[in-house]
């Protein structure tokens, strides 16, 4: 993040979305000699995702739900996250060079594009123009991913 101390919610979450559309294009640029290095690249996806998502869920999405009264766009949020969770889940209990986990990784990849595409292009304007205070909730958020990170070090 470019500064310690101010962080807008909104562009630490576009700030993800660009870090994870990079890690699908490593995936999908390298051949299916290299198992050792898609299943890292997988895993690292579906961790970010995993943190990125639970981030969302706990903390922005609430406050967005309050700020921008259209529940229609955020329950379908929820949906499309709770398919990614079950890609994700699935991705992570096989191994590349089994069948359909190429295909798995990137139908994850189309629906995670989709889905920010809704979140930057229809939510974060919407939630911009609604007055909410976004430097307190990326505080919130920034610290909570730290926990997070702390949490599984520790573990
Ligand atoms: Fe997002
Ligand atoms: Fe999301």
Not at 20 to 43: G, H, N
Not at 91 to 104: H, R, V, W
């Amino acid at each position: 993040m470019k500064s310690q101390h101010k962080v807008d919610a909104i562009d630490l979450l576009i700030n993800d979305h660009q870090e994870v559309k990079k890690l699908f294009k490593e995936f999908d640029a390298l051949t299916d000699r290299s198992k050792a290095k898609k299943k890292s690249i997988a895993e690292k996806i579906c961790h970010e995702l995993t943190m990125h998502t639970q981030i969302e869920e706990e903390i922005f999405y609430p406050k967005v739900r309050e700020a921008i009264k259209d529940s229609d766009l955020m329950d379908e949020a929820l949906v499309e996250h709770a398919g990614a969770k079950d890609l994700i889940a699935q991705i992570l209990g096989m191994s590349p060079g089994e069948d359909l986990y190429d295909a798995k990784v990137t139908v994850l990849s189309e629906q995670i594009d989709h889905h920010v595409k809704e979140e930057e292009e229809d939510m974060f304007p919407k939630v911009r123009k609604s007055g909410l205070d976004l430097i307190a909730l990326g505080e919130q958020m920034l610290k909570r991913k730290n926990e997070i990170k702390e949490a599984e070090l520790a573990a």
